[in-house]
Structures are given as structure tokens and as C-alpha cells.
């Protein structure tokens, strides 16, 4: 018996579940719901729990969105396509949606805003509640394998697990047989043919939550093609175990962190948090910078790679902070560990003066000028020895995907599979810290959502 389904969106996280709950509001709205039973539209999850990287985000407390989006807070694909889908579905309606399912968003100081629980599984059952109303059935643990075109839209192929005695399923083939009995799709299903499809299967960031890149394969076998780089956005970076910067491990503070080409050119800068460690680096600032400096590390020529620089004193750059040692310095017998004790943690001033190969009690009065210098710089653009990141296992998001410019950006609509719409962290779009990235997988769920609801047809 084949399972049919007028819209498959494949994969339920952020931008799954919400574009099956606003291609169900859709349907309903055109009166369709109620002439054809509510397994129209399906869900299907390869997890055994839904909604892994709902509940993790924004340390348990799921930072929604944030008060201020725009283009200028992502990377990928060019910024008027992403500002063309945010618009679509802004931060009001994100809050005005939340609200209306019973989960109020308050706006902590530095824009995120979280539910007022404190509590990501508010967000969450929200999300499934307002999909079980807009009659979205939602199955798993159901894992797609493949997805083929057929004459009619596309057969989904089910990745069975090895101990499923007794189901068969032929994809292609015309027939497809399930071991589910009753109207709609089961688990026991293992195909389902839909007349549209919404691919949402997220990226490749924290694998073990069921999104491991998959998605992209299924895009490629549908005829798109994938940014020729995909890679670790919003991840930690690391340096060489041994090196002093991991003596500081455990300490935070504001910095600015500033890309370089090799040329001196000034890439990308960000100042926020930056937390050592004892691998390296992080911290919202560190994690913002990640996807540039890979990027640019990718793209450089051999032996041009590029630098990333940290100052600790952000309202300082080399001159003025030089100038201000040799201020500080006209005081007879002012130490530099006096002086720069006022700006940063003793440990800090220890570590970066043995760092500059400077003694933090010399009187600076007696510091030769060029060492002086280097401390200067040592405390304002400081090279940091990076030596790659902590990989998808530690990254909060992948840049690369789905370009944009494959999509009809009105309804996410694939310009080279039509029926197959595409949402979320697959495509090639990769915010900031600080709820952009949910905004995305909402604004383009929703985009994805109405679209592939408004084509389906009454006769269908
Ligand atoms: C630790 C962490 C914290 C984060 N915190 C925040 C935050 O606070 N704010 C913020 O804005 N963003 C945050 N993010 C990023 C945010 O979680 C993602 O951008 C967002 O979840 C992407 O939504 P998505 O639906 O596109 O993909 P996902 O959330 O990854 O969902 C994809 C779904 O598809 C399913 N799937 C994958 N392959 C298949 C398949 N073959 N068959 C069936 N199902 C499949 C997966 O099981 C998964 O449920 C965080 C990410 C991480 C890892």
C-alpha cells in the first residue's frame, strides 16, 4: 500500500516544523483541511526526540530570535536574497506567533530575546502543539534515505533500520509497500509519495542531533548543486596546546578580534566576549569571527593565509596605546604590570607581557622604545596562532548549502526541482550569534511553508 501526502517536509527542527505548521494554517485557510484527512501533510524526522537543537539552544533557555535582524547579520548567499525571505516573516511575527501559542519572548540587554520560562522546551511544545493544530502529522523516528522524482510528484524512501523484518518498498518502481495499516503515514511506513516536498533537513553542526549533512546529498540527487565550500560556522577555534594563551583558560573579557589578508587588508572585525580555554578560543565573539577566518583561509593562495588579530584593549589601537606607555612612563619607577593593571587581570598583563618577552615589573620608564613598542602591540594586535576550529561536533551552525539564487525566493520554490521547496540551515545562509539563525529557519520556514500549501491543488 503506497502512503500519500499532499506536502513531506523532511526533517522537524526549527525550519521543518515551521513550514509544516504554516503550510497546515495555509491549507486550512483555503478550506482544503477539512475535505482531506489531516496525513496531508507530514513530517518526517530521522530522530528518536524531536527538536534536539531547539532544547540545547541558548543553554537550555533557547534564544528565539533577536530584536534587531537584518541582511548584515548573515553570510552565504547575497545579502538582498536573505533580506528578500527575513522580510517575509520578521521578528514581530515571530513574537506575535509565540504569543498566540502561550509563550511570551522577553529581551535581555544584549538583544536576544529568550521565553520568559527560561525554558527551551516551552519553545518546543509550542512548535509541536501548533503543528498537531494545523493538522500536521508529525513521525518519527523516520529517517529519509533518498528521494526520487516520479510523475507525480516525489517518492520518499525510508533509511530502514537493519532489524525491520517483513518491510519491503521499491522506489521508482511504482510500488511501495509499508507495514502501517489505517489513513496517513506511520513509522512502519517505509515510502511516501508527496506532490511537494520541503527539504529541511539542517546542516551538518552537532551531527549526533540527526542533522549530518544527508540533506545535501538529497538536494544534489534532485539537481541542485551545494556551495563548493561547506563548512563549521559559529565553533570554537584552537591554537597549539602548548602555547601561553592557554595558561588565561577560564578567562573572559572584551576584545576585538579583526581578520587580516596577508595583504594587512582589514576582512571582518567583531568585539564581544572572548573566552580562553584550554584549547583555544571562544565566546560570542570568537564564534561570530569562526566561519570569516575559515572562509578566508580556504580562499587564500598558498603561503598568503590569512591573520587574525586580538586586541585586548578595543578603545586602544598600537599608537595610542604606545603613546599611553610612554605617558605612563614619565612617572619615575611606575611598573607596566601598575599601569596596565588598571585596564586587565593581573594574570592577563603576566601572561601577555611573558608572551612579549617583556618583564610585567620593569619600570617602563627604562623600557627601550622597541620593546615598548612590541608590547603595544602585543596588548592591541596580537597574531593569534590559530590552527583550525573544534569541527562540526562543537559548531552552532554550517555555512554553505543551498544557494539561494536556486530558489524562487517568494516560496523557497527550487528553480530546478519544481514541487521541491527548501528551508533552514541547508541553505546557504549562516547568521550571528544571538537568535539569527532560528529567525532564518522561521522566516524561510514560513516562506517555504505557505508556498508549497498555495500550489497544491483542489483536485489533488
Ligand atoms: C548547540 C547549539 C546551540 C544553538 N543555539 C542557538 C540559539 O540559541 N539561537 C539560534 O538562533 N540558533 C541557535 N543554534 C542554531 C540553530 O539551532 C539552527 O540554526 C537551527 O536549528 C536550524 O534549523 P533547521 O530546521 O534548518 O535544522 P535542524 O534544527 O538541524 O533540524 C533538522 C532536522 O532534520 C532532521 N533530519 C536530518 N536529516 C534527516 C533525514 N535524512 N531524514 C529525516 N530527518 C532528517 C534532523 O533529525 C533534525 O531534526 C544553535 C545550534 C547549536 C548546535
Given at each position: 500500500?503506497?502512503?500519500?501526502?499532499?506536502?513531506?517536509?523532511?526533517?522537524?527542527?526549527?525550519?521543518?516544523?515551521?513550514?509544516?505548521?504554516?503550510?497546515?494554517?495555509?491549507?486550512?485557510?483555503?478550506?482544503?483541511?477539512?475535505?482531506?484527512?489531516?496525513?496531508?501533510?507530514?513530517?518526517?524526522?530521522?530522530?528518536?526526540?524531536?527538536?534536539?537543537?531547539?532544547?540545547?539552544?541558548?543553554?537550555?533557555?533557547?534564544?528565539?530570535?533577536?530584536?534587531?535582524?537584518?541582511?548584515?547579520?548573515?553570510?552565504?548567499?547575497?545579502?538582498?536574497?536573505?533580506?528578500?525571505?527575513?522580510?517575509?516573516?520578521?521578528?514581530?511575527?515571530?513574537?506575535?506567533?509565540?504569543?498566540?501559542?502561550?509563550?511570551?519572548?522577553?529581551?535581555?540587554?544584549?538583544?536576544?530575546?529568550?521565553?520568559?520560562?527560561?525554558?527551551?522546551?516551552?519553545?518546543?511544545?509550542?512548535?509541536?502543539?501548533?503543528?498537531?493544530?494545523?493538522?500536521?502529522?508529525?513521525?518519527?523516528?523516520?529517517?529519509?534515505?533518498?528521494?526520487?522524482r516520479t510523475d507525480h510528484g516525489f517518492a520518499i524512501q525510508r533509511d530502514l533500520p537493519a532489524e525491520s523484518p517483513g518491510v519491503r518498498a521499491t522506489v521508482g518502481g511504482g510500488v511501495a509497500l509499508g507495514v502501517g495499516v489505517g489513513v496517513g503515514v506511520g513509522v512502519g511506513d517505509v515510502v511516501v509519495l508527496a506532490r511537494r516536498i520541503i527539504l529541511a533537513t539542517g546542516g551538518r553542526s552537532l551531527p549526533k542531533t540527526g542533522s549530518d549533512g544527508l540533506g545535501f546529498?538529497?538536494?544534489?540527487?534532485?539537481?541542485?548543486?551545494?556551495?563548493?565550500?561547506?563548512?563549521?560556522?559559529?565553533?570554537?577555534?584552537?591554537?597549539?596546546?602548548?602555547?601561553?594563551?592557554?595558561?588565561?583558560?577560564?578567562?573572559?573579557?572584551?576584545?576585538?578580534?579583526e581578520l587580516r589578508s596577508a595583504g594587512g587588508k582589514r576582512l571582518a572585525a567583531f568585539t564581544n566576549s572572548t573566552l580562553i580555554t584550554h584549547f583555544g578560543l571562544s565566546g560570542p565573539g570568537v564564534l561570530d569571527m569562526s566561519r570569516y577566518y575559515t572562509e578566508a583561509k580556504l580562499a587564500a593562495a598558498p603561503g598568503a593565509a590569512p591573520v587574525l588579530v586580538l586586541n585586548w584593549l578595543p578603545e586602544e589601537n598600537v599608537e595610542s596605546m604606545d603613546a599611553a606607555l610612554?605617558?605612563?612612563?614619565?612617572?619615575?619607577?611606575?611598573?607596566?604590570?601598575?599601569?596596565?593593571?588598571?585596564?586587565?587581570?593581573?594574570?592577563?598583563?603576566?601572561?601577555?607581557?611573558?608572551?612579549?618577552?617583556?618583564?610585567?615589573?620593569?619600570?617602563?620608564?627604562?623600557?627601550?622604545?622597541?620593546?615598548?613598542?612590541?608590547?603595544?602591540?602585543?596588548?592591541?594586535?596580537?597574531?593569534?596562532?590559530?590552527?583550525?576550529?573544534?569541527?562540526?561536533?562543537?559548531?552552532?551552525?554550517?555555512?554553505?548549502?543551498?544557494?539561494?539564487?536556486?530558489?524562487?525566493?517568494?516560496?523557497?520554490?527550487?528553480?530546478?526541482?519544481?514541487?521541491?521547496?527548501?528551508?533552514?540551515?541547508?541553505?546557504?545562509?549562516?547568521?550571528?550569534?544571538?537568535?539569527?539563525?532560528?529567525?532564518?529557519?522561521?522566516?524561510?520556514?514560513?516562506?517555504?511553508?505557505?508556498?508549497?500549501?498555495?500550489?497544491?491543488?483542489?483536485?489533488?
Amino acid at each position: 500500500m503506497a502512503r500519500h501526502a499532499d506536502i513531506a517536509i523532511i526533517g522537524a527542527g526549527a525550519g521543518g516544523l515551521f513550514a509544516s505548521i504554516w503550510a497546515g494554517r495555509t491549507l486550512q485557510s483555503r478550506g482544503l483541511s477539512s475535505t482531506r484527512p489531516s496525513s496531508r501533510i507530514v513530517a518526517l524526522d530521522g530522530a528518536k526526540k524531536l527538536g534536539a537543537k531547539i532544547l540545547v539552544a541558548g543553554g537550555g533557555r533557547c534564544n528565539v530570535t533577536h530584536h534587531a535582524v537584518d541582511e548584515t547579520a548573515y553570510a552565504g548567499s547575497s545579502r538582498n536574497s536573505i533580506r528578500n525571505v527575513l522580510r517575509r516573516f520578521d521578528v514581530a511575527q515571530t513574537i506575535e506567533f509565540f504569543r498566540e501559542r502561550g509563550v511570551e519572548l522577553k529581551r535581555e540587554e544584549t538583544g536576544k530575546l529568550f521565553p520568559v520560562t527560561d525554558d527551551a522546551q516551552t519553545v518546543l511544545d509550542a512548535l509541536l502543539n501548533a503543528a498537531a493544530a494545523a493538522g500536521v502529522q508529525v513521525i518519527n523516528p523516520w529517517r529519509v534515505a533518498s528521494v526520487k522524482r516520479t510523475d507525480h510528484g516525489f517518492a520518499i524512501q525510508r533509511d530502514l533500520p537493519a532489524e525491520s523484518p517483513g518491510v519491503r518498498a521499491t522506489v521508482g518502481g511504482g510500488v511501495a509497500l509499508g507495514v502501517g495499516v489505517g489513513v496517513g503515514v506511520g513509522v512502519g511506513d517505509v515510502v511516501v509519495l508527496a506532490r511537494r516536498i520541503i527539504l529541511a533537513t539542517g546542516g551538518r553542526s552537532l551531527p549526533k542531533t540527526g542533522s549530518d549533512g544527508l540533506g545535501f546529498e538529497i538536494a544534489k540527487s534532485l539537481g541542485h548543486s551545494i556551495t563548493p565550500r561547506v563548512f563549521p560556522a559559529l565553533v570554537p577555534l584552537t591554537i597549539p596546546k602548548d602555547h601561553w594563551l592557554t595558561s588565561l583558560s577560564g578567562v573572559t573579557l572584551p576584545a576585538t578580534l579583526e581578520l587580516r589578508s596577508a595583504g594587512g587588508k582589514r576582512l571582518a572585525a567583531f568585539t564581544n566576549s572572548t573566552l580562553i580555554t584550554h584549547f583555544g578560543l571562544s565566546g560570542p565573539g570568537v564564534l561570530d569571527m569562526s566561519r570569516y577566518y575559515t572562509e578566508a583561509k580556504l580562499a587564500a593562495a598558498p603561503g598568503a593565509a590569512p591573520v587574525l588579530v586580538l586586541n585586548w584593549l578595543p578603545e586602544e589601537n598600537v599608537e595610542s596605546m604606545d603613546a599611553a606607555l610612554a605617558s605612563a612612563g614619565r612617572t619615575r619607577g611606575t611598573s607596566i604590570l601598575r599601569v596596565l593593571e588598571a585596564k586587565l587581570a593581573e594574570r592577563v598583563v603576566r601572561a601577555i607581557c611573558e608572551g612579549a618577552g617583556v618583564d610585567p615589573s620593569a619600570s617602563l620608564a627604562e623600557l627601550p622604545k622597541i620593546k615598548r613598542r612590541t608590547l603595544a602591540i602585543a596588548l592591541t594586535e596580537m597574531p593569534l596562532p590559530v590552527t583550525g576550529d573544534r569541527g562540526y561536533l562543537f559548531a552552532e551552525a554550517t555555512a554553505g548549502g543551498v544557494p539561494l539564487a536556486e530558489l524562487k525566493l517568494d516560496t523557497m520554490e527550487s528553480r530546478v526541482c519544481p514541487g521541491l521547496h527548501v528551508c533552514g540551515e541547508l541553505c546557504d545562509v549562516d547568521g550571528r550569534v544571538g537568535g539569527f539563525n532560528f529567525q532564518w529557519a522561521w522566516a524561510s520556514g514560513y516562506v517555504a511553508g505557505c508556498g508549497a500549501a498555495a500550489a497544491v491543488t483542489t483536485s489533488a
